[in-house]
C-alpha cells in the first residue's frame, strides 16, 4: 500500500509563485506515476498534471495546466507542483494520486492512491 501526503499549501496573492509536495511512504516501489489533481469550491475534481517515476521522468499535463510544473525527486520519494503567476481561480484543494499503472490522466479510476489533499487559497 502506498501512502502519498500533500503538504505546502496556504495563503498566496495573485501573481505569486507556490511549490507543494507530495511524498509516499509504503510499496512505493509500485509506483508507476504519480498525478496532480484539484477541486475548486463547488467544482468537480480535474487533473492538473502528472510525471512517470521512472521512464525518463516523462510529464503529461492538463490543457489549463500551462503555468504548473511537475517534478519528482525519488530519494525523497516526493512529488512537487511548481504554480506560477497563480490567479484566484487556482484557489482549490489539491491532491496527489499514485498509479502503478502506465498512465497519467484524468481517469481517477486508474490511480490506487489519494492524499488527503492541501489547500491553496489565491487572493485577488
Known amino acids: 500500500q502506498v501512502r502519498p501526503v500533500e503538504s505546502g499549501g496556504g495563503l498566496a496573492q495573485a501573481g505569486d509563485s507556490l511549490t507543494i509536495s507530495c511524498t509516499s511512504s509504503?510499496?512505493?516501489?509500485?509506483?508507476?506515476?504519480i498525478s496532480w489533481f484539484r477541486q475548486a469550491p463547488g467544482k468537480e475534481r480535474e487533473f492538473v498534471g502528472g510525471i512517470y517515476r521512472l521512464d525518463n521522468f516523462t510529464t503529461n499535463y492538463s490543457p489549463r495546466a500551462a503555468r504548473f510544473t511537475v517534478t519528482i525527486n525519488n530519494a525523497l520519494n516526493t512529488v512537487f507542483l511548481q504554480m506560477n503567476n497563480l490567479k484566484p481561480e487556482d484557489t482549490a484543494v489539491y491532491y496527489c494520486a499514485t498509479t502503478s499503472a502506465y498512465y497519467i490522466g484524468t481517469d481517477e479510476a486508474r490511480y490506487d492512491s489519494w492524499g488527503q489533499g492541501t489547500q491553496v487559497t489565491v487572493s485577488s
Open positions: 509504503g510499496e512505493i516501489s509500485s509506483v508507476r506515476a
